[in-house]
Nanobody
Framework: AVQLVESGGGSVQAGGSLRLSCAASGYNLNVYCMGWFRQAPGKEREAVASLGINGDTTYADSVKGRFTISSDYTKSTLTLEMNSLLPEDTAMYYC?????????????????????WGQGTPVTVSS
């Protein structure tokens, strides 16, 4: 089974940047659709950006043009570059891996046989 460990969260002022990383371990990570979700206090978890099995990407409308998702060739490290951060980006950010998942619009994967979550890394953006 895949294991995910996020890092890189922190506090930043509005307009600043952060880079989140997700270290993935497991067998044949290239069969996973992988992505980032976030959950703000009192709100539901929402998809932010995902990277499909074939390398395509999808983003939530709220982060398009500001966030970039990428990975190394083996998908052992998934990165989320976050620029022009806004206070509304404040949330706990989670890495997720969907086995045999497909990209869906709005930043998510779906249709996978299982989903694995990391423990999350906090991001706070102050105005």
């Amino acid at each position: 089974a895949v294991q995910l460990v996020e890092s890189g969260g922190g506090s930043v002022q509005a307009g600043g940047s952060l880079r989140l990383s997700c270290a993935a371990s497991g067998y044949n990570l290239n069969v996973y659709c992988m992505g980032w979700f976030r959950q703000a206090p009192g709100k539901e978890r929402e998809a932010v950006a995902s990277l499909g099995i074939n390398g395509d990407t999808t983003y939530a409308d709220s982060v398009k043009g500001r966030f970039t998702i990428s990975s190394d060739y083996t998908k052992s490290t998934l990165t989320l570059e976050m620029n022009s951060l806004l206070p509304e980006d404040t949330a706990m950010y989670y890495c997720a891996a969907d086995l045999w998942g497909n990209l869906r619009g709005g930043g998510a994967c779906d249709g996978g046989t299982s989903r694995t979550w990391g423990q999350g890394t906090p991001v706070t953006v102050s105005s």
